[in-house]
């Protein structure tokens, strides 16, 4: 074993002397070449298209879309942030997809396929109320013949792989992961995400890799870990202790794409204010391509937080940008703060693919959590 873990306080003690994972190396779901250990967590409000494209740059293999609600291909009365769109540098993506119904998941899957998707990803992690009231995201663990039933349903529909996301579980302490792993791998499913908390739980104490690690030795399918990664060190000593075959990394990206790159190659560091700002109003630019002005403006208010914060300008400075009126006025402001970013930006725009994006006509769910 090369790492030991600590019971008392589920931590990992990575040991420096032995072989380190190489999260440079690539891997497979299926015929879907993965290039680096590292994948994006698909996460509702966040992953956009400027998040997911980001991602790739700074060193994911994979990139997940944030949860396309399968009733909308029934009854278009969710309230949604819009639509789905791909575009071509964001390959591998995996595109996730909720629901209770096996014939409309199956439905959904086939229009994922069509957009594009190399991967259907099924969620069955999400807590929050107003999806799991519904009999979707993580209550389908306490349903495994339905969630078998789902899995086999969209499996059959496409010829992309499908994955699986779920929780450890419902209630604290549970297992249950452990039981329906084996069994979406019998109907179908061509790799299992755990985030090792249990829907009760939502985001407090930690996630339990153990869990993982007992998934890893269940299935013959590759399994991906969730849940705390926020380091080189941590990724490295959960992939070596799980036997996971890649770490997913969801609130540690959010505003900090440089943390991804840490991760996967061990360098960067803090990046400059020029840097930081630079990808900001990269990222505003994108979202207001995306989203439109008006719902963009409200919509990327949390990420001036994420990017500004953690000691790279003023508190201040942030408080100034949320009460602005337009993206424009806050970009204005942004580069006046740092006008070296200037052609940094205009390099980031000048690599970005023009015109090829394929929309998908299912909505985006507001209620995100898995
Ligand atoms: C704001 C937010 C939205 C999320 N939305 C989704 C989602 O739509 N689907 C999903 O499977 N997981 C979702 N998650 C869970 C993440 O994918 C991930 O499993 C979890 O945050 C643990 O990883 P982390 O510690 O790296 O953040 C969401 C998490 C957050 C914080």
């Not at 991602?55 to 293999?61: D, E, H, I, K, S």
């Not at 970013?341 to 693919?353: M, N, T, V, W, Y």
């Amino acid at each position: 074993m090369v790492a030991a873990r600590s019971d008392a306080v589920n931590t990992y003690e990575y040991d420096q002397q032995t072989v380190k994972v190489d999260l440079r190396e690539s891997w497979h779901i299926r015929d879907v070449e993965i290039s680096t250990r590292l994948v994006l967590a698909p996460m509702a409000g966040v992953s956009v298209q400027a998040f997911r494209r980001q991602g790739r740059r700074f060193g994911a293999g994979l990139v997940c879309s944030e949860m396309v609600s399968c009733a909308g291909i029934e009854h278009r009365n969710e309230k949604t942030l819009g639509y789905l769109r791909v575009a071509s540098d964001e390959h591998p993506l995996a595109i996730q997809i909720f629901g209770s119904e096996p014939r409309t998941m199956a439905d959904a899957a086939r229009m994922v396929e069509a957009a594009g998707a190399d991967l259907v990803d099924i969620n069955f992690g999400c807590p929050v109320r107003k999806v799991t009231k519904t009999g979707a995201g993580a209550t389908l663990l306490d349903e495994p013949a339905r969630a078998a039933a789902i899995v086999e349903a969209v499996a059959n529909a496409v010829d992309v792989p499908v994955s699986v996301k779920m929780r450890r579980g419902l209630r604290d302490g549970a297992r249950t992961c452990l039981e329906v792993g084996p069994q979406l791998i019998d109907a179908g499913a061509a790799t299992l995400t755990l985030h090792p908390r249990s829907a009760q739980q939502m985001y407090t104490g930690t996630a339990d890799h153990s869990l993982t690690a007992e998934l890893v030795s269940l299935v013959d399918v590759p399994v991906i870990a969730s849940g705390d990664v926020t380091s080189r060190a941590k990724a490295q000593a959960v992939l070596a202790t799980t036997g996971a075959s890649a770490v997913m990394v969801g609130r540690g990206a959010q505003g900090n794409p440089w943390a991804l790159r840490e991760i996967v190659d061990g360098t960067g560091g803090e990046p400059t204010r020029e840097e930081v700002v630079a990808e900001l109003v990269l990222f505003i630019r994108e979202t207001v391509r995306e989203l439109g002005e008006r719902r963009a403006s409200g919509f990327l208010k949390k990420f001036y937080g994420w990017y500004l914060g953690r000691g790279r300008f003023p508190r201040p400075f942030k408080q100034e940008l949320v009460v602005l009126d337009s993206t424009e006025d806050v970009e204005r402001r942004l580069i006046a703060a740092a006008p070296g970013a200037l052609p940094l930006i205009e390099e980031l725009e000048a690599e970005l693919p023009s015109g090829d994006e394929v929309q998908l006509n299912l909505p985006i769910s507001i209620y995100g959590g898995g």
